[in-house]
């Protein structure tokens, strides 16, 4: 991430609101996210932070969703968008997580 950042005049950097809790976990292994408190059972439909592979699945979630996109790069669920110029800051790239369903900060 730093070499992507290195010389650059103009970084952007995101953080992605709730991030974990916007990945939706298959139905078939919700068991895994089922806990019992004194109040009853109960299952997580979406992604947990603190798990043991939340990191590892939420960054390889970014990394594919980053991939087309050179000047640009995560750590979770921080984005980091970088360019020489301001009008390389394109919103563009925002509109990627748009169509994801994904939620970011105003």
Request: include cysteine.
């Amino acid at each position: 991430m730093l070499s992507k950042v290195y010389r650059k005049q103009f970084v952007t950097i995101l953080d992605a609101l709730s991030f974990y809790y916007q990945w939706r976990v298959h139905s078939a292994t919700r068991w895994l996210l089922t806990i019992t408190t004194l109040k009853g059972q109960y299952t997580f439909h979406c992604l947990v932070m603190g798990y043991k592979g939340s990191n590892a699945y939420v960054q390889r979630q970014m990394d594919i969703l980053l991939e087309s996109i050179d000047d640009a790069d995560s750590y979770c669920d921080d984005i980091v968008f970088s360019s020489e110029n301001i009008d390389d800051q394109e919103p563009g790239h925002i509109r990627r997580y748009k169509t994801f369903r994904m939620e970011l900060p105003p």
